[in-house]
């Protein structure tokens, strides 16, 4: 049997997340299906990170097992059968123990948001029309790096062991259009990036302190983070792995 890893990029409007689910479409469901379709056999694929309904990358990662020939040859075949929403990037076979979660060492999001209405952004960065003060939000992230139990930025009903997550880069930028805030870490906690972005945008707008939201990171807590930030503005940008995976 011959492991391969699959790179994938996605809009994830309409799809009910990443992760397969009963009676639900998901971007693994349409990816399996394209599979099945083309190698006439069913396949399992396991997932590297796993985004929620709604929200998009520009790269992610399955793997899977098989005893057929893959390669990049049937890439254009499998983009054939995926809606235009998928696109399989990439094929590369990897060694029988790489993990395409368990490797990964590192990942990167990037949530967008944008003040003046544009048709150009409309669902693909959130609209947020309201006067922000970009060195407060910097400030904000920057506190962030001084943290690393972020308990408080996990949603409830979660299954981790831990809240502990070693975060290497958290900044916002001004790109165009849009303002946007980029963080990467070696793991992510459930709704954490969006926690983060909603939080951090009350400080932008003087609706909590600093120091409040030094607090909110240290309580705990997680009913005091603004999670409502829509899942349309976040992007997995990179998913990382040691060079001994490819």
Known sequence: MQRYFIEVAYNGIGYAGFQIQQNAVTI????????????????ILTGSSRTDAGVNALQNYFHFD??????????YNLNAILPPAIVIKNIIKVPAEAH????AISREYAYHIYNHKS?????????????IDFDLLQQAA??????????????RNTQVKN???RITE??????????VYHVTANRFLRGMVRGLSGTMLQVGRGKISLDDF???????????????????????????YPPRIF
Not at 66 to 75: H, L
Not at 142 to 155: E, G, H, M, N, P
């Open 28 to 43: 693994q469901s349409e990816v399996e299906h394209a599979l099945s379709v083309l190698f006439k056999r069913q396949f």
């Open 66 to 75: 098989t005893d057929q020939s893959v390669s990049e040859r049937n890439i």
């Open 100 to 103: 395409c979660r368990y490797d």
């Open 119 to 131: 048709p150009f952004l409309f669902n693909r960065a959130y609209f947020f029309p309201y006067t």
């Open 142 to 155: 920057a506190v962030i790096t001084d943290y690393t139990d972020f308990t408080s930025f996990s949603k």
């Open 163 to 165: 809240f502990i997550c």
């Open 170 to 179: 958290s900044r916002w930028s001004q790109e165009s259009e849009s303002v």
């Open 214 to 240: 030094r607090n909110i990171l240290a309580s705990k807590d997680c009913s005091q983070v603004n999670f409502a930030v829509p899942g349309h503005g976040l992007y997995l940008v990179n998913v990382n």
